[in-house]
Each structure stands twice: as structure tokens, then as C-alpha cells.
């Protein structure tokens, strides 16, 4: 089903890992096709409660194909907008939205299009070597999947203009100090262990809950406090009648972990 990516289930766990065995994961119409679809598999799989996207190899991508960047200046502009919205800003978009918690396990590069979409994930966790390149500046065109909406959102505008407008990439340890990152491990042959015990803990969390709280922060980043405050009192109201709820209410009184099913 998947030629550029793996697809597993390890616990309650998705992972979505992009390996094209080309030494460089980059990016092509397939690719994105494949996210799409893995992304959309694994968010309609009831049994799973959290998604990692993370990549084999030397690098998580080096970003989009080249091939079909030179193609592109050879197709009609409105193809284009049906390749760049359908598949690319596609898959940013699904895991942007995607209601269950998303982490991405970045080693290596993460170059224009794979930088762009660990930007749209909840969480990044980084290897040492991790190397966050937003540099469609350098190609002479824009980034089209969200970066220049979320990196001055994620680091400031002054460090979303370094790396943007300037094509300075940042490394994993940078990423970490600037809250570009999550958190930064020892040594790349642990990434996939920890992210699979950090997306763990996320996926113990109450389902309903943690889906309302990701689209209420969504929506903070372009409404007033004043809205905020009404729409959170529905969606409060909403949640409070919930048997998570009154699991989560037992298990503090009685100083245990709770246990949530998404009712």
C-alpha cells in the first residue's frame, strides 16, 4: 500500500515513518499522496490515540524532490495550485487538524517541505544532528504549508525572519532554546525510543479532552480572549459530561493514573 513510508502500530501509538531508501527522503507527489492517506488511516483507527512522524535514514527529508520542482516550471499555473493544495498543504493540513496528539521525530535534515510539516505537528522532538531549514528563500519562491504563519507564532518574529526570510537553519539543540523544539536526546539512536514513550504519555491523556484543547489553542492564534472565553464555556460544558471527566476526578482523589476511553 505504502512505497515511501512505513506504517506502524506500536501500542496505542501510530508511526508514519517517510523512507524512500534514496539516502535523502525527499519529497515527491507520492510521498505526500502516501502521508495523506497514512495520516487519515491512523486518524480513523480507533485503537490509536497518538501519531509519530518520523523518517529512517541518515535524514527525516531533504525536502521536496527536485525532480518535480523542475517539473513545475514546466506545468500551468492552476495544476500547480491543485498540486500544491491538494497534496502538500494537504498533508500539513492533516496534521495540523489532526484531533489526536502528533509528534515528529526529527533527526538530520528537515529541509523547506519536511521543515514545514514537523511545524505543523503538536510536538517536535530532535536528535543532536537535526537541522530545521526553511529555506525557500534560497529556491526563490514561498513557503506554501504554514511556515510563515507558525514559525513567528513558535520563535518570534525576529527568529522566524532569520530562518525564512534569511534561510539560516537551526540545529537541535538551537531548536530546543528557542521553543522551536520540545526536547532534544542524547543521541539520534534514541529519538524513536523516546518519542514512542513522550507519544505514550500523550496518548493516555483524555482523548475528548486533549481534541478540545488542541482546536480552542488553534483557535487563540487569530481570535480575541473575549472569544476565547465563550466558545471555552460551551466546550467546557461539553466535557464536563463526559465519563472521562469523572474517571479523571476518581483517579486524583484516589492518587492513581486515569484511565480514559474518548466517552
Known amino acids: 500500500m505504502y512505497e515511501d513510508l512505513r506504517v506502524e502500530r506500536r501500542g496505542t501509538v501510530g508511526w508514519v515513518l517517510i523512507d524512500r531508501k534514496d539516502g535523502r527522503n525527499s519529497l515527491r507527489p507520492q510521498t505526500l499522496r502516501e502521508l495523506c492517506g497514512a495520516i487519515d488511516e491512523l486518524t480513523l483507527a480507533p485503537e490509536v490515540r497518538a501519531i509519530v512522524l518520523a523518517a529512517e535514514g541518515k535524514h527525516f527529508s531533504a525536502g521536496a524532490d527536485f525532480s518535480f520542482l523542475e517539473e513545475l516550471t514546466r506545468t500551468p499555473s ?39 510539516l514537523s511545524l505543523a505537528c503538536d510536538f517536535r522532538i530532535v536528535a543532536p544532528s537535526a537541522s530545521f531549514q526553511e529555506s525557500w528563500i534560497k529556491l526563490g519562491i514561498l513557503p506554501p504549508l504554514g511556515g510563515l504563519y507558525l514559525l513567528p507564532r513558535l520563535v518570534g518574529l525576529g527568529r522566524a525572519s532569520e530562518m525564512a526570510l534569511g534561510g539560516r537553519p537551526v540545529g537541535g539543540e538551537e531548536a530546543v532554546r528557542i521553543g522551536l523544539a520540545s526536547e532534544l536526546v542524547d543521541t539520534e539512536e534514541t529519538l524513536h525510543e523516546r518519542a514512542q514513550v513522550f507519544a505514550q504519555s500523550l496518548a493516555d491523556l483524555p482523548p475528548l479532552a486533549y481534541r478540545a484543547a488542541k482546536e480552542a489553542m488553534h483557535r487563540g492564534l487569530d481570535s480575541s480572549m473575549e472569544s476565547e472565553w465563550s466558545a471555552n464555556v460551551l466546550g467546557q460544558a461539553l466535557l464536563l459530561g463526559t465519563q472521562d471527566f469523572r474517571e479523571g476526578l476518581a483517579a486524583a482523589k484516589e492518587r492513581r493514573a486515569g484511565l480514559f476511553t474518548g466517552i
Open 78 to 116: 492552476m495544476t500547480i495550485k491543485e498540486q500544491i493544495y491538494g497534496l502538500f498543504q494537504g498533508a500539513a493540513r492533516r496534521l495540523f487538524h489532526c484531533p489526536k496528539p502528533v509528534v515528529a521525530a526529527v533527526h538530520g535534515a528537515a529541509v523547506t517541505v519536511a521543515c514545514e
